[in-house]
């Protein structure tokens, strides 16, 4: 079966974010000022042939852990779906 992997990796609360710091002092400078405490992450999306969703689920939970997500500043939370 092939399973596709929805991923978001985001920076820890009490990490610096300077990106989200920057877009969020720009809200103001475009009429949205109301706007506050932006974080910038990112998205991944793969792809999974496995015999089940259970073995789809590891694979990505491998990936992530290893390869994806820095668990030290990051968090990461996904969703697994039949492609």
Known sequence: M???????????EAILDPQGKAVTQSMGNIGLGEISNVRIGKHVTLYVDTDSEEQANEKVEIACKKMLCNEIMERYSFELSPA
Request: charged residues 35%; hydrophobic residues 55%; neutral net charge.
């Open 2 to 12: 092939k399973f596709k992997a929805e991923i978001d990796v985001m920076p820890l």
